[in-house]
């Protein structure tokens, strides 16, 4: 039975390390036990998971990028005021006071003057000063602005292809947890099922320990076996509650689930010659990255347009409670200019290196994308044939190991098998029933595998459309 433990292990420790990897991605919610299909659980990711809320976030601060590049060319306006304690006051006379003061002074009314030079002054100065004003400016022409307009909108589309793949990555992750449960269920029920013959195989040495046709060492081993089949059975319920956990994780659901077991996951339409082909047409993180490599370019004469001028129109209205010279309080103004920056210590030239550069590097992170794209492709249906070809080898072995257990149990049960060929047909059959769950899951992940590195699983983020 040690190498029915073995294989047991195995089949564990590679549906656990599936799911382990899915786990972080989820949020742990709380709700009652639940029917759900494979459908469900895709609308409660997209309702409870926080990587696709901050998905979206992503994208609105794409969105809100459009706005800040149309703010250089739409007006500004702003108001000011202002109390200004002064150390003193001062005042000048008017220019007719003035003349007024000459002319008292000529006649000899020093008190004329005097009054005059007192009550009619212009305040240049007051000891407590207040004023309010309001200015306002708009571009008329920068043409920098253009290219950083059509970057934003261009950027805006790039997140939204991006988010479309991230929550394509999580529906996959979700589907492949949920085949996982299900195909954990069926780990148990197998693990039961050796239980109930090791069971069958003790009664059976009993039995012929009692009449004299065999030894106690026969149900010692049968004793053994029974305890074997006990430990796997415990190993693939701990499994079926990690891969509950781990689903549950996922869609923000709390364990336990009751899952509706789906179809097996389709092979694509295509052939296979245009698979690679399909790929690069539909992957949306490539024409991210494609977009990309358009917003480096307009990048780069956004940099070339910063030696053209810049025209702009300001105004401004000023209220003061000291008149000035010109006896009025109010005042206003407008100016049209032009700004045509001539150097700026090679600043501009560093901006376009740089630039240059990042068109370089999106073009080889496009390209590098394409290829692995293709690469995954070629892989993932490699996997696929592979995974395929274990599992029709597992079902043939599965139904001969359970013909020759049927075969073995008739003979030991009337004297014509002995204990070792006994064990060894219980063995092997618990051996067969695991690989083949195991490998029955193999062969849905590695289809589902194969469509997510096509871009077919992008269809289903439409269930979370906001």
């Not at 004329?112 to 240049?124: G, M």
């Not at 089949?229 to 659901?253: M, N, P, S, W």
Request: aromatic share 6%.
């Amino acid at each position: 039975m040690v190498a029915g433990t073995r294989i047991g292990l195995y089949g564990w420790t590679l549906l656990v390390s599936t799911l382990l990897w899915l786990a972080p991605l989820g949020l742990a919610g709380a709700t009652d036990t639940q029917a759900l299909t494979l459908d469900d659980a895709l609308k409660l990711a997209a309702a409870n998971n926080p990587d696709l809320k901050e998905i979206d976030e992503v994208v609105l601060r794409a969105e809100v990028g459009i706005q800040r590049a149309w703010s250089v060319l739409l007006p500004n306006l702003g108001a000011n005021a202002a109390i200004t304690r002064n150390d003193s006051e001062v005042k000048l006379p008017s220019d007719g006071d003035l003349a007024a003061l000459d002319a008292g002074c000529t006649a000899g009314d020093q008190a004329l003057c005097d009054e005059l030079a007192a009550t009619r002054q212009i305040v240049i100065q007051e000891r407590w000063m207040r004023s309010a004003g309001l200015t306002a400016s708009m571009t008329l022409l920068s043409p920098r602005s253009i290219p950083l307009i059509i970057n934003g909108h261009a950027s805006y589309q790039t997140a939204r292809r991006q988010a479309r793949h991230a929550r394509a990555e999580l529906f996959y992750a979700v589907a492949a947890a949920y085949y996982a449960v299900v195909q954990a269920e069926k780990l148990t029920a197998v693990a039961e099922k050796g239980l109930e013959r090791a069971d069958e195989y003790l009664k059976l040495a009993q039995n012929r320990f009692k009449v004299g046709a065999g030894i106690e060492v026969d149900v010692l081993r049968a004793k053994m076996e029974r305890a074997d089949a006990e430990k796997v059975r415990i190993q693939a319920h701990t499994g079926y509650q990690l891969a509950q956990q781990a689903l549950g994780f996922l869609i923000g659901v709390t364990p336990p689930l009751v899952l509706t077991p789906p179809a097996a996951p389709a092979l694509p339409e295509a052939q296979k010659k245009d698979w690679v082909k399909q790929a690069v047409e539909t992957r949306e993180d490539l024409r991210a990255a494609e977009q990309t490599i358009a917003i480096a370019e307009r990048s780069e004469l956004e940099a070339w347009l910063g030696f053209l001028p810049n025209t702009y129109v300001q105004g401004s209205y000023d209220w003061t409670s000291a008149s000035g010279f010109s006896g009025d309080e109010t005042s206003w103004r407008v100016m049209f200019v032009a700004e045509w920056p001539l150097f700026e210590g090679s600043r501009k030239i560093a901006d376009i290196r740089e630039r240059r550069s990042r068109i370089r590097s999106a073009r080889l992170a496009s390209r590098r994308l394409r290829d692995q794209i293709a690469n995954e492709v070629r892989e993932a249906w490699l996997k696929r044939e592979d995974a395929h070809s274990q599992l029709l080898a597992s079902r043939t072995k599965a139904e001969l190991a359970k013909e020759n257990y049927r075969l073995i149990k008739r003979q030991y049960g009337v004297g014509l098998a002995d204990n070792l060929s006994m064990l060894d047909a219980s063995t092997a059959l618990l051996q067969a029933e695991q690989s083949l769950a195991v490998d029955e899951l193999s062969e849905k992940l590695s289809v589902l595998t194969l469509r997510q590195r096509l871009g077919l699983y992008l269809q289903v983020e439409a269930n979370d459309e906001r």
